[in-house]
């Protein structure tokens, strides 16, 4: 990626939601999705578990994830994924989907350990179900799940 400014490349940050210019110091925020990710672009060691492409960095609420550009999936740490919680949630009216236990019959494997991930509805609001890997500390969430949690009330 190349700095707005100056043409000259972009470095990301390590665990920063921005990409750096050392040319004129420039910080560059991509503009976030609908859901709220800024996907940085760069290349994350792991691959989708669903897609199968590689992962891209990206950020959600100042944190770091790894973001598929092709399904739009998120691979979060675990801690992550509870610190977006407590900074992002924002309960509103909400329109709870019940539970697709269909949902619950899908395999994937953890890309990090290759693993099959945990498949399970999700503890919080929200009837979502989510893949985990508790060896890796990952979670796996799928387009708009997040953005379900967050609008969920709440513990």
Known sequence: MKCPECGA???LEED???LLCDYCTTMHFPDPTADGIRV???PAPETCPVCQIQ?????????RIQYCERCRGMLVSMPVFLALLDTLRTPTLYNDHPLNLRDLRRKIRCPR???PMNTHPYAGPGSIVIDSCSDCMLDW???GEL???LRAPGE
């Open 9 to 11: 490349p972009l470095r």
């Open 16 to 18: 920063k939601d921005y």
């Open 40 to 42: 940085l672009g760069e």
């Open 55 to 63: 992962l891209v960095h990206a950020a959600a609420g100042g944190m």
């Open 113 to 115: 350990c290759h693993r």
């Open 141 to 143: 969430l799928d387009y």
């Open 147 to 149: 953005r379900r949690i």
